[in-house]
């Protein structure tokens, strides 16, 4: 059965930083792209980043492009987010998703931006 | 850059058909988008529900059909029921990323 968990979210102040980790079981971790979501509160969904299965193709929505580093690590099974200059507006609960099209979801994990 | 368009709310009764539509900005939507449609209920993460504009995820009823109708991707319920009253978000590649639709409220009533 597949399985992300994704951990590390909690509260932060503007300007600071925040890594993300989401933890794969279930189905061979290095042969999928993995995604970041997220959603703000009360709010829809927004695509945030992917990563190709080998890590050798990234891409990231405008609004955090040279802030937010997309990363995974094959042999933990694990892709991560490193969050930088954080401001309020990145303030929602960030899902992790395999797939190149995004098929499992976790359950997600809250990020508070604020003073 | 890229706005995907979809309705913000709809209304059914059970035992309905609707449709719901996910639209592009700049142009038609086709099969190359890749569109995929997903049920989201309060508090709980995205399920998916088609892929690749038609295909159905596992488990997923034969109820829900995804297609392209004229310029725009469409999900189609066939005997909506109270269950399926939920938030659906519609995705769309384009550009090298994925962008979501607004995503539509429907109710069942």
């Known amino acids: 059965e597949v399985h992300l968990v994704e951990s590390g979210g909690g509260l932060v102040q503007p300007g600071g930083s925040l890594r993300l980790s989401c933890a794969a079981s279930g189905f061979t971790f290095s042969t999928y792209w993995m995604n970041w979501v997220r959603q703000a509160p009360g709010k829809g969904l927004e695509w945030v980043a992917n990563?190709?299965?080998?890590?050798?193709?990234?891409n990231y929505v405008d609004s955090v492009k040279g802030r937010f580093t997309i990363s995974r690590d094959n042999a933990k099974n694990s892709v991560y987010l490193q969050m930088n200059s954080l401001r309020a507006e990145d303030t929602a609960v960030y899902y992790c998703?395999?797939?190149?099209?995004?098929?499992?979801w976790g359950q997600g994990t809250l990020v508070t931006v604020s003073s | 850059q890229t706005v995907v368009t979809q309705e913000p709310s709809f209304s059914v009764s059970p035992g309905g058909t609707l449709t719901l539509t996910c639209g592009l900005s700049s142009g038609s939507v086709s099969t190359t988008n890749y569109p995929s449609w997903y049920q989201q209920t309060p508090g709980q993460p995205p399920r998916t529900l088609i892929y690749?504009?038609?295909r159905r995820s596992f488990g997923v009823p034969d109820r829900f059909s995804g297609s392209i109708l004229g310029n725009k991707a469409a999900l189609t319920i066939t005997g909506a029921q109270t269950d399926d009253e939920s938030h659906y978000y519609c995705?769309?590649?384009?550009?090298?990323?994925?962008?979501f639709g607004g995503g539509t409220k429907l109710t069942v009533l």
């Open positions: 995705v769309l590649y384009d550009g090298g990323i994925w962008v």
């Open positions: 990563i190709k299965y080998d890590g050798s193709d990234k």
């Open positions: 690749s504009t038609s």
């Open positions: 998703a395999r797939d190149f099209r995004p098929d499992y």
